[in-house]
Each structure stands twice: as structure tokens, then as C-alpha cells.
């Protein structure tokens, strides 16, 4: 919860638009994962990262381990994105123990 | 086919009973994890294991035990359920310490 601070907490987006979710830290996070949890329930992996970036597909995640901080871009929204992202940090080195946010509601809309 | 799988898949207990959450993967990993899911919150770590035989406490271990007999396998233990155990429960497992992780479907508890 409070290690790990999302925002927006929730937003509604146009089919069709960008985003950017971001995870703060106050925790010194040396690895960061994001996850989707879709409006089933399910939990996907999204990203691993130590501190760098990562593309996949129309995502696109960034991670400054010095800043404290971690992005997720979301490219030309679909309806299939909807869900709650969380970011889920790694505070104690090689351990892959993580402290989870809050999460980020997002609906796309037609 | 679903890697990590999680039983019962819904349960309702009374309060006092004993409640005992299954885990299964087979993506021959050695850490497996529980978490607890409030509604509208995110994951909090209740116990984890890097191997079989052995486990650790997680952020919020009172009130559960955890048994890790194989590497494939994972349960949590209520031993006295209570109102305030009522939560979505998930398993997860990771290679190892720098591995994402995959989560099971959840196991969605109701304790009356």
C-alpha cells in the first residue's frame, strides 16, 4: 500500500488512445513486475524489469530504480486492456519478495 | 493448460473451522507464494517458499500456516477461520528470484 503509491487510481480512456500509469516507490525497489487483473479476476504478467525499459506489443514500461519510479504506457488502447494494473516491487535483493500497489482501474470505452 | 492451479475455487466456512486452501503448478518451479486480495485493494504476502519442505512468512502471516510437501505443491492453512479472513486468496510461482510471477485463477473464501 503505502511502499508502493499507483495513480492514477482509477481512468477512463477512448478506444484508440495513450496512456501512462506510473508506480512511486518509497522503498528502495531493486526489481519492479506489472501485472493486469482482468475483469474475471485473473492475474497476467505484464513486465519484468530491473532498472531499464521494456516494449511489448502496444506496452511499454519503464523503471528508474534511482528516481523511485516505474511507468507503464499503454499505445492505441483497445477494449481488451480494461482491468486494474498493479505494480508489485521487489525491496530486498534477490528475493523476489514483492509489495504490491494499489492498483489502477482502467475502462476503455468504444 | 493452466500452469498454476488453485482448490477449491470458491468456499464458504464458519468461523472456528479449519480452512485449507490448495496450490498446484507445474511449471517446475521452486518459489511459490499466498496472497490475500481485499476487495478493491491490492496483493498483500501471507507465506512463500523457495523450496520444498521449507516456508516463510510473508507480510501478513498471523492467523495462517503454510506446508510445502513438494515442489509442485502449496497449501494455506486456516486453523481457526475467522470474519476477517473473508478475501479472494491467490498461489503464485516463479523460477526463481528473478523470475515474474504467475499467479492461479484465486480461491474466493467467505467465512460466516
Known amino acids: 500500500g503505502d511502499k508502493v503509491k499507483q495513480s492514477p487510481s482509477a481512468l477512463s480512456l477512448q478506444e484508440g488512445t495513450n496512456s501512462a500509469l506510473r508506480c512511486n516507490f518509497s522503498?528502495?525497489?531493486?526489481?519492479v513486475q506489472w501485472f493486469l487483473q482482468n475483469p474475471r479476476g485473473s492475474l497476467m504478467n505484464l513486465f519484468y524489469?530491473?532498472?531499464g525499459t521494456k516494449e511489448n506489443g502496444r506496452l511499454k514500461s519503464a523503471f528508474d530504480s534511482k528516481e523511485s519510479y516505474s511507468t507503464l504506457h499503454i499505445r492505441d488502447a483497445q477494449l481488451e486492456d480494461s482491468g486494474t494494473y498493479f505494480c508489485?516491487?521487489?525491496?530486498?535483493?534477490?528475493?523476489?519478495?514483492?509489495?504490491f500497489g494499489t492498483g489502477t482501474r482502467l475502462q476503455v470505452l468504444p | 493448460e493452466a500452469a498454476v492451479t488453485q482448490s477449491p475455487r470458491s468456499k464458504v466456512a464458519v468461523t472456528g473451522g479449519k480452512v485449507t486452501l490448495s496450490c498446484h503448478q507445474t511449471?517446475?518451479?521452486?518459489?511459490m507464494y499466498w496472497y490475500r486480495q481485499d476487495t478493491g485493494h491490492g496483493l498483500r504476502l501471507i507465506h512463500y517458499?523457495?523450496?520444498?519442505?521449507?516456508?516463510e512468512k510473508g507480510d501478513i502471516p498471523d492467523g495462517y500456516k503454510a506446508s510445502r510437501p513438494s515442489q509442485e505443491n502449496f497449501s494455506l492453512i486456516l486453523e481457526l477461520a475467522s470474519l476477517s479472513q473473508t478475501a479472494v486468496y491467490f498461489c503464485?510461482?516463479?523460477?526463481?528470484?528473478?523470475?515474474?510471477?504467475?499467479f492461479g485463477p484465486g480461491t474466493r473464501l467467505l467465512v460466516l
Open positions: 503464485a510461482s516463479s523460477g526463481d528470484n528473478q523470475d515474474t510471477q504467475y
Open positions: 522503498i528502495a525497489a531493486t526489481t
Open positions: 524489469l530491473v532498472p
Open positions: 508489485a516491487a521487489e525491496a530486498t535483493a534477490n528475493t523476489n519478495k514483492v509489495v
Open positions: 511449471n517446475n518451479h521452486d518459489y
Open positions: 517458499s523457495y523450496v520444498a519442505d521449507s516456508t
